[in-house]
């Protein structure tokens, strides 16, 4: 009998997501385990990391180790892709999903701003590339899966260095994409529009913008964490083997319109 939900496993995987405590990053660790890999999920808080490793191993019975490293420091990052190997035996799939947001008019932005977002979103996911790189290249096998958002692709006011370092991983994604795609390593962007987790706090004091949101999204509601579950699943895995510098967009329509 066929079974194609084989090609989703991930049974002697091991993926190391960034940022992945809490939101986004944590429900894609939940699913990576979930379809048996086992996960390092990293964190600039070893405790939250420590906390949410503990929850997803308890969920799937996988191993989950936490490591704490800022993904905007060369040292840390290099030292957690040494920890995930030395602990975990490998490194296989990559999920960049660290990132931070700040919204303003731009004349009301300082440089400071601008500088932490570009690092956290932009240059942390390639020094993290960047040190996977050589293990994944050795295997000949290798998923790294950036996560952009809809505001690398469309516009909208007042997100300038967001929406910047969003569509500069895109075309990051596309390079290496070409780059790595000789070693098997695959290369892949995803875009999730409007979900409701920590970085989107500020809508919870305003109650008009989130509603405005709602209402701009075609499937009529935010989106969950879980949504992406499924998309970080084919992209992590051999179903999406063929695909390599492409762009995945989960949300609810929005760039539809
Ligand atoms: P979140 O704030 O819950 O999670 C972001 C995570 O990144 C947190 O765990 C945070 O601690 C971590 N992080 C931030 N700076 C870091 C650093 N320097 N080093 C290590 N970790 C760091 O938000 P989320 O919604 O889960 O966001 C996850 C990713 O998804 C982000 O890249 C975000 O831009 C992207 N995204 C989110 C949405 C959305 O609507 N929630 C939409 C599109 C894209």
């Not at 086992?38 to 906390?51: G, P, T």
């Not at 030395?86 to 960049?96: H, S």
């Not at 979103?121 to 809809?150: D, E, F, Y």
Request: charged content about 20%.
């Amino acid at each position: 009998m066929f079974d194609a939900l084989q090609l989703f496993r991930l049974d002697n995987r091991v993926a190391l997501v960034t940022g992945g405590s809490k939101g986004l990053g944590k429900a894609m660790a939940l699913a990576l385990a979930g379809a048996g890999a086992d996960v390092a999920i990293s964190s600039r808080h070893l405790d939250e990391a420590e906390a949410a490793a503990q929850e997803i191993a308890e969920a799937t019975g996988r191993r989950v180790i936490p490591i704490r490293a800022d993904v905007t420091s060369a040292d840390d990052v290099n030292a957690m892709v040494d920890q995930v190997v030395r602990e975990l035996g490998r490194i296989d799939i990559l999920v960049n999903n660290a990132g931070i947001n700040r919204r303003g008019p731009i004349l009301e932005l300082d440089v400071e701003t601008w500088h932490q977002i570009i690092e956290t979103n932009l240059t942390g996911p390639w020094l993290c590339a960047k040190a996977v790189g050589p293990h994944m290249i050795a295997q000949r096998w290798g998923r790294v899966i950036n996560v952009s958002s809809i505001l690398g692709l469309v516009g909208l006011e007042e997100r300038t260095p967001y929406a910047s370092s969003k569509g500069g991983l895109i075309q990051m994604t596309r390079t290496l994409a070409l780059e790595w795609a000789p070693y098997g390593i695959t290369v892949n962007a995803l875009c999730p529009g409007p979900i409701m987790t920590a970085i989107n706090e500020v809508f919870k004091q305003n109650l008009e913008a989130y509603e405005a949101f709602r209402r701009r999204i075609p499937l009529g509601r935010w989106g969950d964490p879980e949504d992406i579950q499924g998309a970080v699943l084919f992209m992590a895995s051999e179903a999406s083997r063929f695909m390599t510098g492409a762009v995945i967009v989960v949300d609810g329509g929005w760039t539809a319109q």
